[in-house]
């Protein structure tokens, strides 16, 4: 493992400002435009975007083939404009979600117990946790001034949710290798703690964090535990199903109340489809929004959207059912073996190291010795040859989520990484900014 740098510590950069806006203000054409002008356009328009598909991209998007595309735009297509909000409406939707649910919870070890939603992504299963920690806590411990319990290298949308929620977060350093601090999370729980977390694997470094340590500690305060496998839900059981290592994480943990996981990330589907599972429909029920005292009727939600875009509920269902387990198995053994071929390139070149050792297929590598090189410069030098690779810091870090997309360039992504590290030499960039955002 690389040396962990004291920048960690550091103060971190103010974020890259917004670009300027355009003061012209762009006005709804008074007559329709032509079709083949508007898709010509459009294709002018992504010409700057990052080119997913050709296997140079180890963020956002993550391409499981050109097959499963077709079948997930098919199915999208199908369901274009079909509204999820009320499955009385569209019983088919409904049918699909309790489907996807239903095979994401006994990926998840859940067993019939188990109950969940599908969501918009990420974010929103996490939002979901809190809120479902949150209600009860003050349901079932009279907790009106809720905490929480989390590493600092949780996902940011827990800080998100805490902002929109009210619950009070308590931040705690992560150890040397990067994981969660077992004890430091331990002293920091009170009587007001509703939700303890951990990470499976967490973003920045790709380490799963001691989760049946973490759970324990939430159990014996009586609260939520979840675990945040939305990079790793439909990695780490594909891995263990063929023989890989995995540290505990699901619900075979005592004491893990939920889990959310990303099918948009290397489940292949496409983008606005996550889930959350509860380990219980009671558990579940803390989730849920009703309200019945208004005039147009009873109106519940599981999520933060009330419209619920049925293109995404239906292309996950049609992608899970495409693949199936040995689908998944083989496009996760490509994904694992094309992570570790790149981590060994990284270990190879004495100017970078790792940070930390990952457990899958998240990592991120730094400078060995800062002050020699500019891993940020060695971004650039990689963006100029066609690489996307995101920034991240404390430290300064190159962050890559690899899947199987990212197998048959492997090999010349080493050799550019190679030349670019040798490019850079000594040379430092004044922009030291990372963005993981959406700004305007």
């Avoid at 705690?172 to 009587?191: H, K, L, N």
């Avoid at 979840?226 to 994480?249: I, K, Q, R, S, Y």
């Avoid at 558990?283 to 999520?303: C, T």
């Avoid at 297929?361 to 060695?378: I, K, M, N, R, Y």
Wanted: proline residues 7%; contains cysteine; glycine residues 8%.
């Amino acid at each position: 493992m690389g040396a962990r740098q004291p920048s960690h510590r550091a103060v971190r950069p103010a974020p890259r400002p917004p670009p300027s806006r355009n003061l012209t203000l762009v006005q709804l054409p008074k007559a329709g435009r032509p079709r083949d002008e508007i898709l010509a356009d459009l294709a002018q328009l992504r010409e700057g975007d990052v080119d997913w598909r050709s296997g140079r991209t180890f963020s956002y998007v993550f391409s499981g083939g050109e097959d499963v595309h077709d079948i997930a735009r098919e199915a999208a297509s199908m369901y274009l404009s079909e509204n999820a909000l009320n499955p009385m409406a569209f019983p088919s939707l409904g049918q699909m979600q309790a489907d996807v649910v239903d095979m994401m919870s006994d990926l998840l070890n859940g067993g019939a117990e188990a109950a969940g939603f599908m969501t918009s992504g990420g974010t929103e299963s996490i939002l979901c946790a809190v809120k479902a920690a949150r209600e009860r806590g003050r349901e079932e411990r009279g907790i009106d001034r809720p905490q929480m319990v989390l590493a600092d290298s949780a996902h940011a949308a827990f800080h998100k949710a805490a902002h929109y929620f009210g619950v009070e977060v308590a931040k705690i350093p992560v150890r040397d290798d990067w994981r969660a601090d077992v004890d430091a999370m331990a002293a920091a729980v009170t009587d007001r703690t509703v939700l303890v977390v951990g990470s499976a694997p967490q973003y920045p470094q790709g380490v799963v964090d001691p989760i049946p340590e973490l759970a324990a500690i939430a159990a014996d305060a009586g609260a939520n535990f979840h675990t945040d496998a939305c990079m790793g839900g439909l990695v780490l059981p594909f891995m263990e199903a063929v023989g890989h290592e995995v540290p505990p994480w699901d619900f075979r943990v005592p004491g893990v109340t939920s889990i959310s996981a990303d099918l948009h990330k290397l489940g292949y589907t496409p983008k606005g489809a996550s889930v959350i599972v509860h380990r219980t429909d009671a558990l579940r029920k803390y989730q849920i929004f009703v309200f019945d005292q208004w005039l147009g009727g009873f109106y519940a939600s599981s999520g933060m959207m009330g419209t619920k875009p049925g293109a995404p509920i239906a292309a996950a269902w049609a992608v899970l059912n495409y693949l199936g387990e040995d689908g998944y198995v083989q496009r996760t053994e490509q994904t694992i073996a094309t992570a570790r071929t790149i981590m060994a390139g990284v270990r190879a070149l004495p100017d970078l190291a790792l940070r930390g050792e990952p457990d899958a297929h998240v990592l991120s590598f730094g400078a060995a010795e800062p002050e020699q090189l500019d891993v940020f410069a060695v971004g650039d030098a990689l963006q100029e040859r066609k690489w996307f690779l995101d920034r991240q810091t404390p430290p300064d870090s190159l962050h890559a989520t690899v899947s199987a997309g990212n197998a048959p360039m492997v090999d010349d992504f080493l050799t550019d990484l190679q030349a670019a590290v040798a490019q850079v030499g000594a040379r430092q960039v004044d922009d030291r900014s990372t963005n993981y955002a959406t700004l305007e």
